[in-house]
């Protein structure tokens, strides 16, 4: 069931996913009156809008029309400004160091990012941020993913994530700590409990629909939505994913599109990645629950002997 409506106010609304926005897209505001019917749209079925912004600042008029529904702020980041965002996507690693408090923050990787900065983010970002999201970018299906290295670099951080829990502080890090927490799984749900209006008036299955191909859409606010095999994007109608329990994976239905042709299907790679999170966070769990009761009333994270849930499937299958 539909929970959240993101609208993409401009054409060049800073991602927060995997996809990237082609720079040939150029700036174009979304009609105020599609931001009005837009609003309309979520008043009427019930739905939290996240509003995905531009660097430029908003004329007045469309900044009355946001305001005047409870929404949450997607914003990029410029600095100096956007600190009183809800979501602030750092599309690059800053060249100073912060020197704000910032809110939840997504920032945009590439794997080599990652790997060269991933001690920084540690140590530096985290005292500025009261959340982190890594989300990698620029993934290219015909490209190997460097998953040992990943693996290598989750194990240490993890480290310096127990030696922080230990002297009593919660760092929260999307892929390495939401796993602790979670009992089912927390994924973007995208086509299930979450749409995407972007600024042409018409619905897409997520923001990335809309910049691979904005022909792809799923109807639009004069005809309604209309989301052809709707079943194919919820958890229980994906035969892997289902069965598997790296509950923090984001399970991206536009990288599973553009991985393996089907959007319920993740790749090989998608899942070996996620399950070095796992494992990871399974590590720092048993670590720190040696020093004490730590939360009791989440279960251990079992050990397991497959990276890819299709290895697994000969178990899984018997249980269906």
Not at 23 to 48: C, S
């Amino acid at each position: 069931m539909l929970q959240y409506l993101i609208i993409l106010l401009d054409e060049s609304s800073t991602s927060y996913c995997h996809y990237d926005v082609p720079k040939n897209r150029g700036k174009r505001l979304i009609d105020i009156d599609y931001l009005k019917r837009g609003v309309r749209f979520a008043m009427m079925e019930n739905l939290m809008i996240q509003f995905v912004y531009p660097q430029e600042d908003l004329p007045s008029d469309y900044v009355d029309v946001i305001n005047s529904i409870d929404h949450i702020d997607i914003k990029p980041f410029v600095d100096g400004k956007n600190i009183d965002s809800d979501v602030v996507v750092f599309n690059e690693m800053p060249l100073n160091l912060l020197e704000e408090s910032y809110p939840t923050t997504i920032f945009r990787l590439t794997f080599q990012e990652f790997f060269d900065f991933h001690h920084y983010l540690a140590k530096e970002v985290f005292r500025c941020v009261k959340r982190l999201n890594i989300v990698i970018r620029r993934i290219d299906p015909i490209q190997a993913w460097p998953l040992d290295r990943y693996k290598k670099k989750l194990e240490e951080i993890s480290e310096w994530i127990e030696e922080e829990y230990i002297k009593g502080n919660a760092p929260q890090w999307n892929i390495l700590t939401d796993r602790m927490m979670l009992s089912k799984m927390n994924n973007c749900g995208a086509g299930d409990t979450t749409i995407t209006l972007g600024p042409n008036g018409k619905f897409y299955i997520c923001p990335a629909f809309y910049y691979k191909d904005t022909d792809d859409s799923v109807g639009d606010l004069h005809t309604g939505l209309n989301i052809p095999n709707q079943q194919l994007y919820k958890l229980e109608y994906a035969p892997i994913c289902r069965h598997c329990d790296a509950y923090q994976c984001r399970r991206c239905i536009w990288l599973n599109r553009r991985m393996t042709l089907e959007v319920n299907t993740p790749s090989h790679e998608q899942c070996v990645a996620s399950h070095h999170e796992r494992n990871a966070s399974r590590r720092i769990l048993q670590g720190i629950r040696k020093h004490g009761n730590f939360m009791p009333e989440y279960y251990d994270i079992k050990e397991i002997d497959y990276l890819d849930p299709f290895n697994n499937r000969e178990k899984w299958q018997q249980e269906d």
